[in-house]
C-alpha cells in the first residue's frame, strides 16, 4: 500500500530510495505549505515571497542597510536576479538605494517607512500562518521534527 507521499504525485512504482522519498516529500509539504501564503502577499500587498523576504532582511537590519550580495546571501529561497527583485521594491518606494561613501562600487539599499508600514501591517498574519499550517501536528512533534530539520540542514551532503 502506498505511503501519502507516493499518493500525492500518483506513483505507482517504489521510489528508488528512502533520500528519495522524503526528498519529494519535503518539496511537496514545502510547496503546499506556502501556496496560500504566496496568493495571500500576493492580494493583500501585491508583494511576491521574494520580495517579502528582501522586506524582512532588511527591517531585520535596520536602521542600516545592506549591500545586495549580503541580502542574496540571507534569503531563504535564493534569487539570483536581487537587483530586478530591488528595482521593483525600490518603484513602489519600500526601499531605497544608496551607494556608500567609503566605497563608491557597493550599493546599499534600506527600508522605508512605507516598507515598514507594509510589514507592519502583515505581523499578526505572519504570526498567524505558522501555528495553522503546523499547529495540528502538536508540541512535540513540533520539537521532533524541529530536530530532524536541524539535523538535515547542519550536515547537508553535497552533489555532484
Not at 506513483?11 to 501564503?37: C, D, H, N, Y
Not at 534569503?75 to 526601499?95: N, S, Y
Not at 546599499?108 to 502583515?122: A, F, H, M, N, P
Request: charged share 30%; proline share 5%.
Amino acid at each position: 500500500m502506498p505511503g501519502v507521499i507516493a499518493r500525492e504525485l500518483k506513483q505507482k512504482r517504489a521510489f528508488a530510495s528512502r533520500e528519495q522519498e522524503v526528498m519529494l516529500g519535503l518539496q511537496i509539504v514545502t510547496t503546499r505549505m506556502m501556496e496560500p501564503w504566496e496568493k495571500f502577499l500576493k492580494s493583500t500587498s501585491e508583494l511576491t515571497l521574494h520580495q517579502y523576504n528582501v522586506l524582512r532582511i532588511l527591517r531585520g537590519s535596520y536602521p542600516e542597510g545592506l549591500p545586495s550580495g549580503e541580502i542574496a546571501n540571507r534569503m531563504i529561497a535564493r534569487d539570483p536576479d536581487v537587483t530586478r527583485l530591488v528595482d521593483r521594491l525600490e518603484r513602489r518606494g519600500l526601499v531605497t538605494r544608496a551607494r556608500r561613501h567609503e566605497d563608491r562600487r557597493v550599493v546599499e539599499v534600506r527600508i522605508t517607512d512605507k516598507g515598514q508600514t507594509l510589514l507592519r501591517s502583515l505581523d499578526d498574519q505572519v504570526d498567524r500562518f505558522p501555528r495553522n499550517m503546523l499547529g495540528h501536528i502538536g508540541p512535540k512533534k513540533l520539537e521532533q521534527l524541529r530536530t530532524l530539520l536541524e539535523g538535515v540542514l547542519s550536515d547537508l551532503g553535497t552533489f555532484p
